[in-house]
């Protein structure tokens, strides 16, 4: 069956070979090779127990066990196989993060029916007759169809994405409401042309496609930091390394950090291109994303768009990967298996000969010290497209003018948005904070209301009437007594969020038209990429925005950026603040004047001295990223240390912290590699979800084995069932 293999890459049926599924078994099974044989690489159904499993074959048989008591593989599935290199990516992604090979496999096989017939199959269509008879449930059916935007669905799908049962669409297939059609499974997607003509670039432009065209040329391994202040054109230059791997006949990954930018950036591949690339993200469909794995490992896609995890597709001739917003902090995946995707883009890169561009205008230090250092090229972008240059930023210092009282917009600010109010121009007021307020206190007894189940307050969401733990979710309605002291009426709200922002912008101008944009508000990506597009066409006076609005989406009439609370990130002791704040800062304030008109930004602050509002507001970036790198080097700390967080959790914290206790009684293996041990301590957020959370932090300096160090020690210590361990390599948030 396995088609298309060399038949000198075949084990015969009958040899053993070693298949590693997806089960936690920690390492590859061996099996016997199936009637017709296999290749390595092979997806395979295998039996474990009494199930039927899917499985990769990762090589010849181990030996472990006797020939003829392996079990056969069951089935060569019609897939393409898992080619050496992804085998080998998948392997040191999972040393590397010190994750299970297995959980690994999982993220590669992420898509459903891998082990169905290629054959046709039924999906439903709308713009059948309206049924007779319309009730919730069925209109709630076609809202979902036209949800995805008519695309055809399967019925099962269709029915889950609605929230109804099987019958309801049965149903309104029979009364005529939904069509039925004979679809080919998986057909490979539209070509892209790279002849077509894209625009004219700069002469800066020009140079900077030229080295990256070169690049992907090449055809050896290499990462490019593409860096140029937002509105200078790196999308459209980066597109030209696209251009050039569709021109070779292989294939391009970008990845993305938000949902909320690809429809912005569909459109301009399928201008560039004259199609659409493949899509992968948690909004595409479950019948898009079987259709896109497959065509990844049989090169029926030549370019996909993406989120992070579109990096464990199994391409076929992967020869470029661009991270586009490089520092965004959405590429770690904090949940699950730990990993970033800008280094494992890299790893995967390197293990391909293919190429990386990490695209920013604010690189995170890592990125920027690996280009001072030559290990990466670097190539810049000086000047803004077009007749702008970047907005003209301040600080409005508010220990001089403050904001009355309950209110957060001060008069300078204020009187800024009025301009523009005035001029038919937009403004962006940031405020990095969900719901109404971030506190609610009881003005009787003091105390705030927390999360029955974290170590968080919980945050009022006016909009939703209730108050949300922004730690697990979890909601109540808005007491109108105290839980704890039982007095009425009492209850305040301290501080701002977006919510009462927009009040206060509401009764300030109430004649503007006010929009407020915060992931919690949008039921779908879809909803929010409309929004995105009405505001950008006009459809807002005033965006009242969280950071969900820093991440490059063009607003061409917005020509002020009012950042309500520049000191915001400054608080805390995260490694990462200063830098965070500076790109965060940078980003939103480059929302500002890319079209025609001249943008100004400015920064409401209380400390308008310190070092980092200093350094983003005199552009000198580089002398930032200097001083942030010679600060850490001073203290080893990443990039020039490495670092690796263990989060112990569980419902007892006498054992988790004695877990704790006694992993640091055995920190030898750690301090062999001239590592040190910090912790355990209790987590910032201490409890989450019932469960107890305590941290110990490994540093070690730059050269050191930390993963084998790590992976030696804790293996020293029995964990009890009750208590998870994660380890976190790299770790970029200590929460
Ligand atoms: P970045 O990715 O650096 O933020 P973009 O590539 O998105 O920049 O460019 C910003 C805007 O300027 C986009 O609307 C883009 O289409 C336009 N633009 C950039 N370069 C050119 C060019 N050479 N010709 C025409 N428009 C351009
Ligand atoms: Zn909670």
């Known amino acids: 069956m396995a088609e298309g293999l060399p038949i000198d890459e075949l084990w015969p049926a009958g040899t053993p070979v070693a298949v590693l599924t997806t089960e936690p078994l920690g390492r590859p099974l061996d099996y016997r090779a199936p009637e017709g044989g296999v290749g390595p690489g092979a997806l395979v159904e295998v039996p474990l127990g009494p199930r039927r499993v899917l499985g990769v074959v990762w090589g010849p048989g181990t030996g472990d066990f006797p020939v003829e008591r392996l079990r056969p593989v069951t089935r060569v599935l019609e897939a393409a196989p898992f080619a050496e290199p992804l085998r080998n990516f998948l392997t040191r992604a999972a040393d590397?993060?010190?994750?299970?090979?297995?959980?690994?496999?999982?993220?590669?096989?992420?898509?459903?029916?891998?082990?169905?017939?290629?054959g046709p199959r039924k999906l439903l269509i709308g713009g059948g007759q309206p049924p007779a008879r319309m009730t919730d449930a069925r209109q709630r059916v076609l809202q979902a169809l036209e949800d995805f935007g008519g695309a055809p669905l399967a019925p099962g799908e269709l029915a889950a994405l609605a929230g109804v049962g099987g019958a309801v669409v049965r149903g309104l297939v029979a009364a005529g409401g939904l069509v039925e059609i004979d679809a080919p499974r998986d057909l490979p997607y539209p070509a892209l042309d790279p002849a077509r003509a894209g625009k004219p670039l700069t002469a800066d432009q020009e140079a900077a496609a030229q080295t990256l065209r070169a690049s992907v040329a090449s055809g050896v391994y290499g990462t490019t930091l593409l860096k140029g202040v937002t509105g200078s054109g790196k999308t459209e230059v980066y597109l030209e390394a696209v251009a050039e791997t569709l021109r070779a006949g292989r294939q391009a990954l970008v990845l993305l950090p938000e949902i909320a930018l690809t429809a912005d950036f569909l459109a301009r591949v399928e201008e560039r291109f004259g199609a659409r690339p493949g899509e992968w993200h948690s909004g595409v469909t479950q019948t898009e994303r079987r259709r896109l794995w497959r065509m990844a490992?049989?090169?029926?896609?030549?370019?996909?768009?993406?989120?992070?995890?579109?990096?464990?597709?199994?391409?076929?001739?992967?020869?470029?990967?661009?991270?586009?917003?490089?520092?965004d902090t959405s590429y770690k995946q904090e949940d699950g298996v730990l990993y970033n995707a800008r280094d494992m883009a890299v790893l995967r890169a390197s293990l391909t000969d293919a190429q990386v561009i990490l695209a920013s205008a604010t690189p995170c230090l890592e990125t920027w010290v690996n280009a001072e250092s030559g290990k990466y090229a670097r190539v810049d972008l000086t000047a803004r497209f077009g007749p702008q240059d970047l907005p003209e930023m301040r600080a409005l210092d508010l220990r001089a003018s403050p904001p009355e009282a309950g209110r957060w917009v001060g008069p300078e600010l204020g009187h800024a948005v009025g301009e523009r109010l005035a001029r038919g121009e937009q403004a962006l007021l940031f405020l990095n904070r969900r719901g109404y307020a971030p506190v609610t206190v009881c003005r009787a007894c003091g105390q705030q209301i927390g999360c029955d189940q974290c170590d968080a307050r919980m945050v009022e969401h006016r909009f939703l009437k209730r108050l949300v733990c922004h730690q697990c979710g979890a909601t109540k309605p808005l007491p109108t007594a105290c839980p704890s002291c039982g007095v009425e009426g009492r209850l305040a709200a301290v501080g701002p969020g977006v919510e009462r922002l927009a009040e206060e912008v509401a009764h300030r101008w109430p004649e503007?038209?006010?929009?407020?944009?915060?992931?919690?508000?949008?039921?779908?990506?879809?909803?929010?990429?409309?929004?995105?597009?009405d505001i950008a066409n006009g459809g807002a006076d005033i965006i009242i925005g969280t950071q969900i609005v820093a991440k490059g989406h063009n607003f061409p009439l917005l020509t002020l950026v009012g950042?309500?609370?520049?000191?915001?990130g400054l608080q805390g002791s995260d490694l990462r603040a200063a830098e965070r704040t500076f790109q965060l800062m940078r980003q939103v304030a480059g929302r500002a004047g890319r079209a025609d008109r001249a943008g100004q930004a400015m920064l409401q602050t209380f400390q308008p001295d310190h070092p980092v509002l200093q350094a983003i507001l005199s552009g000198e970036e580089e002398r930032f990223w200097r001083a942030e790198a010679a600060e850490r080097q001073a203290i080893g700390?990443?990039?020039?240390?490495?670092?690796?967080?263990?989060?112990?959790?569980?419902?007892?914290?006498?054992?988790?912290?004695?877990?704790?206790?006694?992993?640091?009684?055995?920190?030898?293996?750690?301090?062999?590699?001239?590592?040190?041990?910090?912790?355990?301590?209790?987590?910032?957020?201490?409890?989450v979800r019932g469960r107890h959370r305590v941290r110990l932090l490994v540093k070690a300096p730059k050269g050191a084995p930390l993963q084998s160090a790590v992976a030696a020690w804790i293996a020293q210590v029995r964990v009890p069932a009750a208590v998870r361990l994660a380890v976190d390599i790299d770790p970029q948030s200590f929460y």
Do not use: C, N, W
Request: without cysteine; proline residues 10%; aromatic residues 6%.
């Open 512 to 533: 503007a038209r006010v929009a407020v944009l915060s992931s919690d508000l949008f039921g779908s990506a879809r909803a929010l990429k409309e929004r995105f597009t």
């Open 637 to 687: 700390m990443p990039p020039f240390g490495r670092l690796a967080a263990i989060i112990l959790s569980g419902p007892d914290v006498a054992q988790v912290f004695d877990l704790g206790g006694e992993l640091a009684r055995r920190a030898a293996p750690l301090t062999a590699i001239g590592a040190q041990l910090f912790g355990p301590a209790p987590a910032p957020i201490a409890r």
């Open 96 to 118: 590397y993060t010190l994750t299970p090979l297995p959980a690994m496999l999982r993220l590669a096989t992420r898509a459903p029916g891998l082990a169905d017939p290629p």
């Open 563 to 568: 950042v309500i609370d520049a000191d915001l």
């Open 297 to 327: 490992g049989s090169g029926g896609v030549g370019l996909v768009v993406g989120a992070r995890s579109a990096l464990f597709l199994p391409f076929r001739d992967l020869a470029l990967i661009v991270v586009d917003e490089e520092h």
